[in-house]
């Protein structure tokens, strides 16, 4: 690193000489000067673009970055991205993919990251563990274990199982709905049998749904209707307009009225990488489902930006705290004061203009309200 930046001011010094010179030629001086000047100074420019670009790439690794870490059971790609950048979301520009390993975006525990040298700059590889245990007079092969996800699992796939939006084109009063027990029950649940009204359109399971939250804009435009998973259930028999519906799990009481509706795909893939968004994105903290006020790392979010506003699972937006509202002292209206940089949010899920996301990071008590956005393009190049 102490090189590239004596290199560089080795290369601003010469530029200012150059540019120097350039201003002490007047104006007799002959063109085939006057080009060999504005050709070294084009050359000096792009030469110092070139070793900016790669301070900047090295300015991404953290000073205390190991030259090699064993991935262990239990990371995340969030946790080890974290050991090696300043922000873990810039992994993908320092990321090596060797093309002679299987899946080079899967990484299993075993695995070794290390530090490399790509065309003078710096990046990360991959040496790929064994997973084979010497046992005479044979060998042992210990089954390859599950990738390690991109965030923590545990957290959001028991939220995925529980959550979903469906946007204005889904009409909830046309959906199939549970209409009675059958045996003058209020509530059933695992074990029981309900009757539903509506067409099941095929056999199999359903999941039974209750609407949630309406999410709405800043302006009141309709966003999205949240749904709450209750449990799921098979379809048993069908009889004239109803069908018979045994409950197969619940995780709180069925009652009359409730949505019965296709499972929705819940797989949440490890191949994702944290990284920023394509295109500037811009967008409010909507709720926080389940009701929690004050908001911390590892809570769920809900945000109004989604798939149309190019927010895609993997992409990690900065939250910034919406400032203090105060009163002016001289004409007493309220002032809002600026922003400040609070944390890190990870979309995990997104619907057309709403998303899901895992907050990561947060320095500070996040609140409904508070903004994210794209990180900024001076963050992502770590050159502030």
């Given at each position: 690193?102490?090189q590239?930046?004596?290199?560089?001011?080795?290369?601003?010094?010469e530029?200012?000489?150059?540019?120097?010179?350039?201003?002490?030629?007047?104006?007799?001086?002959?063109?085939?000067?006057?080009?060999?000047?504005?050709?070294a100074?084009?050359?000096?420019?792009?030469?110092?673009?070139?070793?900016?670009?790669v301070?900047?790439?090295?300015?991404?690794?953290?000073?205390?970055?190991?030259?090699?870490?064993?991935?262990?059971?239990?990371?995340?790609?969030?946790?080890?991205?974290?050991?090696?950048?300043?922000?873990?979301?810039?992994?993908?520009?320092?990321?090596?993919?060797?093309?002679?390993?299987?899946?080079?975006?899967?990484?299993?525990?075993?695995?070794?990251?290390?530090?490399?040298?790509?065309?003078?700059r710096?990046?990360?590889?991959?040496e790929?563990?064994?997973?084979?245990?010497?046992?005479?007079?044979?060998?042992?092969?210990?089954?390859?274990?599950?990738?390690?996800p991109?965030?923590p699992?545990?957290?959001?796939?028991?939220?995925?199982?529980?959550?979903?939006?469906v946007?204005a084109s889904?009409?909830?009063?046309e959906?199939?709905?549970?209409?009675a027990?059958g045996?003058?029950r209020?509530?059933?649940?695992?074990?029981?049998s309900?009757?539903?009204?509506?067409?099941?359109?095929?056999?199999?399971?359903?999941?039974?749904?209750?609407?949630?939250?309406?999410?709405r804009?800043g302006?009141?435009?309709?966003?999205?209707q949240e749904?709450?998973?209750?449990?799921?259930?098979?379809?048993?028999?069908?009889?004239?307009?109803?069908?018979?519906?045994a409950?197969?799990?619940?995780r709180?009481?069925?009652?009359?009225?409730?949505?019965?509706?296709?499972?929705?795909?819940?797989?949440?893939?490890?191949?994702?990488?944290p990284?920023?968004p394509e295109?500037?994105?811009?967008?409010?903290?909507?709720?926080?489902?389940?009701?929690?006020?004050?908001?911390?790392?590892?809570?769920?979010?809900?945000?109004?930006a989604?798939?149309?506003?190019g927010?895609?699972?993997?992409?990690?937006?900065?939250?910034?705290?919406?400032g203090?509202?105060?009163?002016?002292?001289?004409?007493?209206?309220?002032?809002?004061?600026?922003?400040?940089d609070?944390?890190?949010?990870?979309?995990?899920?997104?619907?057309?203009?709403?998303?899901?996301?895992?907050?990561?990071?947060?320095?500070?008590?996040?609140?409904?309200?508070?903004?994210?956005?794209?990180?900024?393009?001076?963050?992502l190049?770590?050159?502030?």
């Amino acid at each position: 690193m102490t090189q590239t930046r004596r290199r560089s001011r080795r290369i601003l010094t010469e530029l200012g000489n150059a540019i120097g010179m350039g201003r002490g030629h007047d104006q007799h001086q002959k063109p085939h000067a006057a080009v060999r000047w504005s050709g070294a100074v084009a050359v000096l420019v792009i030469g110092l673009l070139a070793a900016g670009l790669v301070h900047a790439q090295e300015r991404m690794l953290r000073d205390d970055a190991p030259q090699r870490y064993t991935v262990v059971r239990g990371d995340t790609l969030w946790d080890i991205s974290g050991r090696f950048l300043n922000h873990p979301w810039q992994w993908p520009q320092v990321w090596q993919v060797n093309p002679q390993i299987d899946n080079p975006h899967l990484i299993y525990p075993g695995d070794v990251i290390v530090i490399r040298d790509c065309d003078g700059r710096p990046c990360l590889g991959l040496e790929r563990g064994q997973n084979v245990v010497k046992l005479s007079p044979e060998v042992k092969r210990i089954p390859r274990r599950q990738a390690i996800p991109p965030l923590p699992l545990e957290v959001v796939e028991n939220f995925l199982t529980r959550h979903r939006i469906v946007d204005a084109s889904f009409n909830l009063a046309e959906q199939p709905y549970v209409v009675a027990s059958g045996d003058k029950r209020l509530i059933s649940g695992a074990g029981d049998s309900v009757f539903v009204r509506g067409e099941l359109k095929r056999d199999g399971r359903y999941g039974i749904y209750r609407p949630g939250e309406v999410y709405r804009d800043g302006q009141g435009a309709f966003l999205g209707q949240e749904l709450i998973s209750i449990g799921e259930g098979r379809l048993s028999s069908r009889e004239g307009e109803l069908s018979k519906l045994a409950l197969l799990t619940s995780r709180q009481e069925v009652r009359d009225g409730d949505l019965v509706m296709p499972l929705e795909q819940l797989e949440l893939t490890g191949e994702f990488q944290p990284r920023p968004p394509e295109q500037a994105v811009e967008g409010r903290i909507l709720a926080v489902p389940g009701g929690v006020r004050f908001i911390g790392r590892l809570h769920v979010v809900a945000l109004d930006a989604g798939t149309r506003d190019g927010v895609k699972p993997g992409h990690v937006l900065a939250i910034e705290q919406q400032g203090e509202l105060v009163s002016d002292p001289r004409t007493e209206e309220p002032v809002r004061l600026p922003g400040v940089d609070a944390g890190l949010v990870m979309v995990f899920r997104s619907y057309d203009r709403v998303s899901y996301g895992l907050v990561m990071q947060a320095n500070r008590t996040l609140e409904v309200g508070d903004r994210v956005h794209t990180p900024d393009s001076m963050d992502l190049y770590s050159l502030r």
